[in-house]
C-alpha cells in the first residue's frame, strides 16, 4: 500500500497516527509541495482535487482523507477505529466531518493566513469564527467524555486532533479550553503514537 | 426518527432524498432558519453547530450530513447505499467527503454570496475555483461509470447531486459538463427520488 503525503499537512498526518497506532506497515510517497508536485499531471492521475493525502492500494485508489481514514481502520484496525453497526459508525462520522468542515475551513486556514498569508476561504477573522464553532463543540463534548465518540480513541480523535492542536497558529490560543488541553495530551500519550514529520 | 431540516438547505435534502428512496418512515421537524431558530438555545443542544440536518432516533444524535447519511444508509439500507467492507465504503466516502469539502465550500457557497450577498467563506471568485475542481473531479468520473462509486446508486451520488444541481446558480454553468448533465438526470429518474420542498 502507497500512501502520498506531505510532512507539513495536517491530512496526512492523520493517516501517519492512524497507521502507527495499528501497527500497519507501508510504504510512504512524500508529494513535494514546494515543488508543486501535487499539482502534476502524473500526481492528479491518483488524487484529481491536486491534494494530499493519498492511498493506492492494489487497483484501489483513494484521494480524501476520511476516506483514506475509514479504509485503513476498516481493513487493518477491527472494530476498535470505526465500528460497522450504523449508530456508533454515525458517531464517529460526526467528528469526522467536522474535521473537514469547520476544522479545515476553519482552524487551518486561519493558521494558513497568519503564517503564510494565503486567504483563499475567507478573511483570517471568518476563518477564526468557524474555527471556534469546532473548539466549542470539542470542549463541550469533553465535558462528559475523555475521547470524542464511543468512550475510547476512534478515528473521531484522529481526524480532529492535528488541527486542533495547531489551532493557536491560527490566532485561537487554547487556555480557555482546558478539555481540550488534556485530551492532546491524552491522544499523545496512546502507545505508539508518532510525532509529525521532522521539517 | 426525528429528521430536523430546513426546506433551502441542500444539506437537508440529501436525507430527504435517501430515505424517500429507502422507503424509511420518520418525523420532519422544519427548523426555521428566518426566525433564526437553528440558532436557539433548545435547537443547539441538539445540534451545538446550529446546522441543519440532524438526526434524533431514541439516545442517538447525529449534527453532521454525512454521519446521518450514514446513519440512514447502514441502518435501512441494506448494503446498498454504503458497504461496510473496507474498500467499497471508502470509495464511497471519497465522495461523501469531497460534497462537504469543495462542493460545500465551492459550489453552494459561491451560490450563497451570488444570491444572498454572503461571502463569509471567500469571495465568489475563489469558491468558483473551489466548485470547479469538483466538476471537473465528477466529470472525469462519469467518463467511464454511470455512478460515482461502486457502478451503482450509493449515498456517494445523493451526498453529491444537491449543490452540484444549483451549481449555474453559482455562476458555474453546467452546459460544460455533459455527462454531469445526464447523471443528474439519471438520478432524479431513480423510483421513488422526490422533490425539493416546495418554497
Redesign the interface.
Known amino acids: 500500500m502507497k500512501v502520498y503525503v506531505w510532512k507539513h499537512s495536517g491530512n496526512s498526518y492523520k493517516l501517519r497516527v492512524l497507521l502507527a497506532l495499528i501497527g500497519v506497515e507501508y510504504e510512504e510517497v512524500m508529494v513535494n509541495f514546494r515543488m508543486h508536485e501535487h499539482k502534476s499531471a502524473d500526481y492528479r492521475k491518483i488524487n484529481?482535487?491536486?491534494q494530499v493525502p493519498a492511498i493506492v492500494?492494489g487497483e484501489?485508489v483513494?484521494?480524501?482523507?476520511?476516506?483514506?481514514l475509514?479504509?485503513i481502520a476498516?481493513?487493518f484496525g477491527g472494530k476498535q477505529w470505526l465500528p460497522?453497526?450504523?449508530?456508533p459508525?454515525?458517531?464517529v462520522?460526526?467528528w469526522?466531518?467536522?474535521a473537514?468542515?469547520?476544522m479545515?475551513?476553519g482552524l487551518q486556514y486561519a493558521r494558513r493566513g497568519l503564517t503564510r498569508g494565503i486567504?483563499?476561504?475567507?478573511t483570517v477573522e471568518?476563518m477564526q469564527?468557524?474555527g471556534r464553532?469546532a473548539l466549542?463543540?470539542v470542549e463541550?463534548r469533553l465535558a462528559t467524555q475523555d475521547w470524542l465518540a464511543l468512550g475510547h480513541p476512534t478515528i473521531a480523535d484522529i481526524a480532529c486532533f492535528p488541527y486542533v492542536e495547531t489551532a493557536p497558529e491560527g490566532g485561537m490560543p487554547l487556555a480557555p479550553y482546558p478539555r481540550i488541553t488534556a485530551w492532546l495530551a491524552r491522544c499523545k500519550a496512546l502507545p505508539q503514537w508518532p510525532a509529525r514529520w521532522q521539517t
Open positions: 484529481p482535487r491536486g492500494d484501489m483513494l484521494w480524501d482523507s476520511a476516506a483514506c475509514v479504509y476498516r481493513k460497522s453497526a450504523p449508530a459508525m454515525a458517531e462520522m460526526n469526522v466531518s467536522l473537514g468542515n469547520e479545515l475551513y486567504c483563499s476561504a475567507g471568518q469564527v468557524n464553532i466549542d463543540v463541550a
